[in-house]
């Protein structure tokens, strides 16, 4: 790969795992999406951040149901949705601090006041709009506004 920089939809896909992330664009996410993710994705994503604990997965997704996905290998359209709503998430946290997964990893368990006490891996997890809230808590935090 060149020196380019990666597209948005290609940095996406490679957080998730897929295997052709190279040459995703924003519309092959979307056909991803509607085809569902692969099941093992989940694990990929929340690991990338230092979040293995089950309660953080199951959190996302109830343990029965994520393991009958393991099985059938693949997320349903509205699993893979707020999959990928995390994925923005953690993927911006990462790229604030650096990469640095352990920071990462304490921004995201730890309760914040701007987000009603609440740590920002379970509003994220929680729906869409959590993890958009949590997205612009960031935003705030890159154009160097005090969160």
């Known amino acids: 790969m060149s020196a380019q920089a990666l597209s948005e939809a ?3 896909a490679r957080f998730l795992g897929l295997r052709d992330w ?5 519309i092959d996410l979307v056909s991803k999406v509607k085809t569902g993710f692969p099941a093992q994705a989940v694990e990929d994503v929340f690991s990338k951040v230092q979040l293995r604990a089950p309660q953080h997965i199951h959190a996302f997704i109830p343990k029965a149901t994520y393991a009958r996905k393991l099985k059938a ?3 349903s359209r509205s ?3 707020r999959l990928l709503s995390i994925t923005k998430v953690f993927n911006e946290v990462l790229r ?3 990469g640095d997964t352990g920071a990462a990893e304490q921004f995201l368990t730890r309760r914040h006041p701007m987000l ?3 740590a920002p ?3 994220a997890v929680e729906s869409t709009a959590g993890a958009d809230l ?3 808590l960031l935003a705030r935090a890159d154009a160097g506004v005090a969160v």
Request: charged share 45%; aromatic share 4%; net charge positive.
């Open 121 to 123: 891996v379970d509003l």
């Open 116 to 118: 009603g006490k609440r």
């Open 10 to 12: 290609s940095e996406l």
């Open 22 to 26: 190279r040459k995703t664009s924003e």
């Open 134 to 136: 949590v997205l612009k």
């Open 79 to 81: 699993e893979s949705e």
């Open 96 to 98: 604030l601090y650096g």
């Open 73 to 75: 290998k693949r997320l």
